[in-house]
């Protein structure tokens, strides 16, 4: 399938090399650059895995095409096409990919062209884009060029790229700004927040109705653009992150038998299902992305750098990796009888090996479990929160690393100090659902704030299967008329049936008015982008009730991000990641690339 798709990509191809949907005379009109990024990205993927050089040769055609309309003298790139030059920069990405897979020196300096030319005055803006200055000054995003959140990532990401390829610090320090910005200023308790597309200072107004929320599109590449910088740097905020939207925002965009997605998701109110954006395809950009944002986990999962494995995600799986010395090294998370991580809060490692060897395991301990217990073979290592631990000892056949972490309940305050709190368990975040806690006809109830920051949260293994839920908490109120606990399930299975009735609800009033608990101000009405007509195809969102989906056979994919990811072209066999366990295999591509003048980041 993927080699048909890319043999047809490449023959689309202009006579002049041209990879892209225009006719000549309007080429780099509208989102055309765009359109080439990803043609670009789409043959030079496809020539990592199959070292078809014809791929190799369309990539290079088409960015020549791109060097002989945008190149020196020519077109400024700032003023090509949609948000003032956004889009068409971020082909800055793949240029500089074709350079690491070819050596060919002419795309260096198109890409170092193209970040030129972000200082360059241009049709739209007098003092050009500046996205690497404003970006290290500390600005914000959204008082960046264009506010157009996925767009401006993208050109980061191709940055990250240009500082693998040439070490120059300037294009990384830009990019954790950038990065630093966002965690600041838009990030909401479950991934990205924008507001239709566009950064919005969405921290701090993440409690109330917001139109067109955190789109999937985004979270995607919100998630890619922190992979670079966890390679690139090593720091585990950027893994927490990446398993924070992951558990969260990306998949509770995702319908429950991974059919479709959500184009936008709020933190309230119903679930939408993505309009179908275009109608030859039967698509949008958000169906598209979802999918690339899960993919991305197993390169994430586990990892290696100088010293040895790394263990970033604590899903049960097998993960074979290579050792400092050159060895295999088979890292395996079983399966728990009553849960698997996140619902459990236990671990074990075990290390399979052929012969002994002195290296490092280094585990990421969450920034929110801030009472880890880690032991090798029932020794206790010294471990602290939101860092990483090194493990370093001769490491043999059998040893085990037991983790526990730390689950209880945490009540999370409004970031706009307005009296409103969320729960979360571990990385989960958790949401009232009608499902089970229906709205009642009076009375009110405020969270029990006696332990706070902590709350004790029964499992409710019983309310979760009702609905098919991965997982439900009873959580302690007190008030007028008020039940003894409220049932919350996990924010990715809140309002799962993506249904006008079905509501949740995330930050919590206090006290929380039970008769109007899901009277949010956030309705389906304020996601979809376009209205009316087909939102999911051959149903209406607007006039139908979509049916009911049952929780089999998603069920698998939602307890573990691994569980029906394809067998890798370069894993060993018998490694299929839709296995049960799901198995992880590292994503070593051996691609021979230009090796650049100081070694960079992690595998």
Not at 273 to 281: A, F, G, N, R
């Given at each position: 399938?993927?080699t048909t798709a890319a043999k047809a990509l490449i023959a689309t191809a202009a006579p002049d090399g041209y990879l892209g949907t225009r006719t000549p005379q309007h080429r780099?009109?509208?989102?055309?650059?765009?359109?080439?990024?990803?043609?670009?990205?789409?043959?030079?993927?496809?020539?990592?895995?199959?070292?078809?050089?014809?791929?190799?040769?369309?990539?290079?055609?088409?960015?020549?095409?791109?060097?002989?309309?945008?190149?020196?003298?020519?077109?400024?790139?700032?003023?090509?096409?949609?948000?003032?030059?956004?889009?068409?920069?971020?082909?800055?990405?793949?240029?500089?990919?074709?350079?690491?897979?070819?050596?060919?020196?002419?795309?260096?300096?198109?890409?170092?062209?193209?970040?030129?030319?972000?200082?360059?005055?241009?049709?739209?803006?007098?003092?050009?884009?500046?996205?690497?200055?404003?970006?290290?000054?500390?600005?914000?995003?959204?008082?960046?060029?264009?506010?157009?959140?996925?767009?401006?990532?993208?050109?980061?990401?191709?940055?990250?790229?240009?500082?693998?390829?040439?070490?120059?610090?300037?294009?990384?320090?830009?990019?954790?700004?950038?990065?630093?910005?966002?965690?600041?200023?838009?990030?909401?308790?479950?991934?990205?927040?924008?507001?239709?597309?566009?950064?919005?200072?969405?921290?701090?107004?993440?409690?109330?109705?917001?139109?067109?929320?955190?789109?999937?599109?985004?979270?995607?590449?919100?998630?890619?653009?922190?992979?670079?910088?966890?390679?690139?740097?090593?720091?585990?905020?950027?893994?927490?992150?990446?398993?924070?939207?992951?558990?969260?925002?990306?998949?509770?965009?995702?319908?429950?038998?991974?059919?479709?997605?959500?184009?936008?998701?709020?933190?309230?109110?119903?679930?939408?299902?993505?309009?179908?954006?275009?109608?030859?395809?039967?698509?949008?950009?958000?169906?598209?992305?979802?999918?690339?944002?899960?993919?991305?986990?197993?390169?994430?999962?586990?990892?290696?750098?100088?010293?040895?494995?790394?263990?970033?995600?604590?899903?049960?799986?097998?993960?074979?990796?290579?050792?400092?010395?050159?060895?295999?090294?088979?890292?395996?998370i079983p399966a728990q009888i009553r849960g698997d991580y996140p619902v459990a809060d236990h671990v074990k490692i075990a290390v399979k090996l052929d012969k002994p060897e002195?290296?490092?395991?280094?585990?990421?301990?969450?920034?929110?479990?801030?009472?880890?217990?880690?032991?090798?073979?029932?020794?206790?290592?010294?471990?602290?929160?939101?860092?990483?631990?090194?493990?370093?000892?001769?490491?043999?056949?059998?040893?085990?690393?037991?983790?526990?972490?730390?689950?209880?309940?945490?009540?999370?305050?409004?970031?706009?100090?307005?009296?409103?709190?969320?729960?979360?368990?571990?990385?989960?975040?958790?949401?009232?659902?009608?499902?089970?806690?229906?709205?009642?006809?009076?009375?009110?109830?405020?969270?029990?704030?006696?332990?706070?920051?902590?709350?004790?949260?029964?499992?409710?293994?019983?309310?979760?299967?009702?609905?098919?839920?991965?997982?439900?908490?009873?959580?302690?109120?007190?008030?007028?008329?008020?039940?003894?606990?409220?049932?919350?399930?996990?924010?990715?299975?809140?309002?799962?049936?993506?249904?006008?009735?079905?509501?949740?609800?995330?930050?919590?009033?206090?006290?929380?008015?039970?008769?109007?608990?899901?009277?949010?101000?956030?309705?389906?009405?304020?996601?979809?982008?376009?209205?009316?007509?087909?939102?999911?195809?051959?149903?209406?969102?607007?006039?139908?009730?979509?049916?009911?989906?049952?929780?089999?056979?998603?069920?698998?994919?939602?307890?573990?991000?691994?569980?029906?990811?394809?067998?890798?072209?370069?894993?060993?066999?018998?490694?299929?990641?839709?296995?049960?366990?799901?198995?992880?295999?590292?994503?070593?591509?051996?691609?021979?690339?230009?090796?650049?003048?100081?070694?960079?980041?992690?595998?």
């Amino acid at each position: 399938m993927v080699t048909t798709a890319a043999k047809a990509l490449i023959a689309t191809a202009a006579p002049d090399g041209y990879l892209g949907t225009r006719t000549p005379q309007h080429r780099l009109e509208g989102w055309d650059v765009w359109g080439g990024k990803y043609a670009l990205l789409g043959v030079l993927a496809y020539y990592d895995r199959t070292r078809d050089p014809e791929a190799l040769t369309a990539a290079r055609r088409e960015a020549d095409v791109l060097i002989d309309e945008l190149g020196p003298g020519k077109t400024n790139i700032e003023d090509v096409g949609e948000w003032k030059g956004l889009p068409a920069s971020s082909v800055l990405e793949p240029i500089v990919q074709l350079y690491e897979r070819t050596g060919d020196q002419k795309y260096l300096e198109f890409a170092r062209h193209i970040v030129a030319s972000w200082k360059k005055p241009s049709n739209k803006l007098p003092n050009g884009m500046r996205l690497i200055d404003d970006a290290a000054a500390g600005r914000l995003p959204v008082q960046l060029c264009a506010p157009k959140s996925y767009e401006m990532m993208s050109c980061f990401e191709g940055l990250c790229e240009l500082y693998r390829a040439t070490g120059d610090r300037k294009y990384l320090d830009a990019s954790i700004k950038l990065a630093d910005g966002v965690n600041r200023d838009e990030v909401t308790l479950v991934g990205c927040g924008t507001s239709g597309e566009l950064w919005f200072s969405g921290h701090k107004k993440q409690t109330g109705v917001v139109s067109k929320p955190m789109e999937t599109c985004v979270t995607a590449t919100w998630m890619k653009l922190e992979y670079q910088l966890l390679r690139l740097t090593g720091d585990s905020k950027y893994a927490d992150e990446l398993e924070k939207n992951l558990y969260n925002g990306l998949l509770g965009a995702m319908m429950k038998d991974g059919s479709w997605w959500a184009y936008f998701s709020g933190l309230m109110g119903v679930r939408v299902p993505s309009y179908v954006q275009h109608d030859d395809l039967n698509l949008s950009c958000c169906v598209v992305n979802g999918p690339r944002g899960l993919l991305l986990t197993p390169f994430w999962a586990y990892m290696t750098n100088a010293n040895g494995p790394v263990v970033n995600l604590y899903a049960s799986g097998t993960a074979r990796l290579t050792t400092p010395g050159g060895q295999p090294v088979t890292l395996q998370i079983p399966a728990q009888i009553r849960g698997d991580y996140p619902v459990a809060d236990h671990v074990k490692i075990a290390v399979k090996l052929d012969k002994p060897e002195e290296f490092s395991i280094t585990l990421r301990i969450p920034q929110w479990s801030l009472q880890t217990d880690v032991r090798v073979n029932g020794e206790k290592a010294d471990v602290h929160p939101g860092s990483y631990a090194a493990i370093h000892r001769l490491w043999k056949a059998g040893d085990e690393v037991s983790i526990t972490f730390d689950m209880r309940g945490r009540i999370l305050d409004a970031p706009d100090g307005n009296g409103q709190i969320a729960l979360a368990r571990g990385p989960i975040i958790l949401s009232l659902d009608n499902r089970f806690t229906p709205a009642l006809a009076t009375g009110s109830a405020s969270i029990d704030r006696r332990n706070s920051p902590y709350i004790e949260l029964t499992p409710n293994p019983e309310a979760a299967a009702r609905i098919g839920a991965w997982m439900a908490f009873d959580a302690p109120v007190t008030g007028t008329g008020a039940p003894a606990t409220l049932t919350f399930t996990d924010y990715a299975d809140a309002g799962s049936d993506f249904s006008k009735e079905n509501s949740f609800r995330t930050w919590l009033p206090q006290p929380l008015d039970l008769k109007s608990a899901y009277d949010t101000g956030q309705t389906w009405q304020s996601c979809p982008m376009r209205q009316p007509g087909p939102i999911l195809p051959g149903r209406s969102f607007a006039s139908t009730t979509l049916p009911r989906i049952s929780p089999s056979p998603s069920m698998a994919l939602r307890r573990s991000p691994m569980a029906s990811m394809p067998r890798r072209r370069d894993a060993p066999r018998g490694s299929s990641m839709a296995s049960l366990p799901p198995r992880i295999v590292l994503p070593t591509d051996g691609i021979p690339r230009w090796t650049p003048p100081i070694p960079i980041g992690w595998k």
